[in-house]
């Protein structure tokens, strides 16, 4: 391991639809939702789920694509880095997010 990087893969659906826009630098950005389920046993041996939901973006002919071929349901596996950010919302409260920046998608549904 002579470089460590910031990487991450997820395997999930998306929640909603990706929001799509161009900024003012005329770039396109996409944000959606993803959910990823892990299964496991608990004490009494009974199956368990535990779903957790990832924010993640893409940027370019990425978004493209996401625009493209990506609706609520759709299964994909994303891969990209994770970014830690900071914003004030709009009644001045500090918030903090963490999101998958996105640089490659794999379409994983069925085509008809």
Known sequence: MSSLKNKVQLIGHLGANPEVKTTENNKMLARFSIATTDYYKNAKGEKQEDTQWHQVVAWGKT??????????????????KLNNRQYEDKDGVKRYITEVV???????????
């Open 63 to 80: 978004a493209e694509l996401a625009e493209k071929y990506l609706q609520k349901g759709s299964k994909v596996t994303i891969e990209g």
């Open 102 to 112: 996105a640089n490659e998608l794999l379409f994983m549904d069925n085509k008809s």
